[in-house]
C-alpha cells in the first residue's frame, strides 16, 4: 500500500493525525455496554500484548480457533482508527458480536466517548516508561506509513519531549489517566515494565478486577502463550498481515524489553531528558522503572 505520509495536526490542544481524527463525530458517539472492555494505552507501551492476554482469557477456551484465525487486531478493534480502504473502528467495534467486547484506544482520557464512562465500563491502562516508549514509537514510525515522517532520531526525540506525537504527550497521556484512575473505581492502571517482571503475578491482578476465575493451568497457558517469543512469531498477533507496516525496516515485535534505551540515548541526551522530566512529571504517586 503506497500512500503519503500524514502530517501531525493540533487537534483540540492534542498532536493528532487525521486518521484518528476523521471519524471524531461517530467515534464520540459510540454507544458503549456495561460489559465492554476498553484497552487504553498511549501507542507503543504494549497495547498488542495486553489485548492478546484479555482475548485468551476471555474466548481461549470457548472459541480457540479466534487465536489461529483472527488476527488480533480484528478480534480487538480500534475504535478511533478510520483508514482508506478499511473498515472503521468504531463501526468494526460496533459489529463485534463477542461477549464483552474488547476496544482498544489511544486516546488522551479527556477524548474518551462519554458512554464508556456513563456505562461505567471496565478499563484496562497499561503505561510503559517514558525511555523506552520513545524508542518503540520512533522504530514503529519508522515502519509504518500510516505514521508521519519520524525523521532522525535526535529531532525525534525531541518532538517526544515537546508532546508531538500523535496521540499527543506521553506525559500528559499517562498522567491524565492516572488522575482519572482516582475518581473511576473500574479503571485498572498496569505497568509494562511490571508485566515483564512477572506475568503471572500481573495476570492474576488483572483476573481480580475483572472478576475471573481461570485455573491454574489456564492461567499459565495465556502467560506462555503470550510471551514475546510466541507472539513475535505468531501470524495472528505480530501485525505481519498489515501492508502499511514495512517488516525489513523493523518488525512490529522488536525486542519488547525494559532498557533498550540505553542503545539510543546519549549520555547527553539522557541528562537532557531527565531534567526535562522531572519539571513534568510532578505527581510522586505516579512512578515509573527504567530498568529491572
Ligand atoms: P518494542 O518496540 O520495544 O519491542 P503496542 O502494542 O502498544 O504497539 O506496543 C508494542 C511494543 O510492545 C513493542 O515494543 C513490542 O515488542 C512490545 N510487545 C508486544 N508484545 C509483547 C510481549 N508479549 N512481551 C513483551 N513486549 C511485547
Not at 506525537?165 to 492502571?189: C, E, I, P, R, T
Amino acid at each position: 500500500m503506497d500512500l503519503p505520509r500524514p502530517e501531525l495536526i493540533d487537534f483540540h490542544g492534542v498532536s493528532m493525525s487525521h486518521y484518528f481524527t476523521d471519524n471524531w463525530e461517530n467515534v464520540q458517539n459510540f454507544q458503549a455496554r456495561p460489559d465492554d472492555i476498553l484497552i487504553a494505552t498511549y501507542p507503543k507501551s504494549g497495547t498488542t500484548w495486553v489485548s492478546y492476554i484479555l482475548d485468551r482469557l476471555y474466548f481461549g477456551q470457548a472459541a480457540p480457533e479466534r487465536q489461529t484465525s483472527i488476527p488480533i487486531y480484528e478480534r480487538v478493534p480500534f475504535l478511533e482508527i478510520e483508514f482508506p480502504l478499511l473498515e472503521s473502528g468504531k463501526d468494526h467495534a460496533d459489529k463485534l458480536t463477542t461477549c464483552p467486547r474488547l476496544i482498544k484506544t489511544h486516546f488522551p482520557v479527556q477524548f474518551v466517548p462519554k458512554s464508556f464512562w456513563e456505562q461505567n465500563c471496565r478499563i484496562v491502562y497499561m503505561a510503559r516508561n517514558a525511555k523506552d516508549n520513545l524508542v518503540s514509537y520512533f522504530h514503529f514510525d519508522r515502519m509504518n506509513q500510516a505514521e508521519p515522517e519520524p525523521g532522525d532520531w535526535s529531532s525525534f526525540f525531541h518532538r517526544f519531549m515537546e508532546g508531538k506525537m500523535v496521540f499527543g504527550s506521553w506525559y500528559d497521556h499517562v498522567n491524565g489517566w492516572w488522575k482519572k484512575k482516582q475518581a473511576h473505581s473500574k479503571l485498572h492502571y498496569m505497568f509494562y515494565e511490571d508485566m515483564i517482571e512477572d506475568t503471572g503475578r500481573e495476570i492474576d491482578k488483572l483476573c481480580s478486577f475483572l472478576g475471573l476465575t481461570p485455573s491454574v493451568e489456564e492461567k499459565e497457558r495465556v502467560a506462555g502463550g503470550s510471551q514475546f517469543d510466541n507472539m513475535k512469531k505468531d501470524s495472528m498477533a505480530n501485525y505481519s498481515t498489515l501492508p502499511v507496516m514495512d517488516y525489513k525496516i523493523s518488525p512490529f515485535m522488536r525486542k519488547g524489553t525494559v532498557g533498550d534505551w540505553k542503545n539510543h540515548f546519549t549520555v547527553a541526551q539522557n541528562e537532557e531528558f531527565d531534567e526535562d522530566y522531572k519539571k513534568k512529571m510532578k505527581d510522586a504517586t505516579l512512578k515509573f522503572c527504567t530498568e529491572i
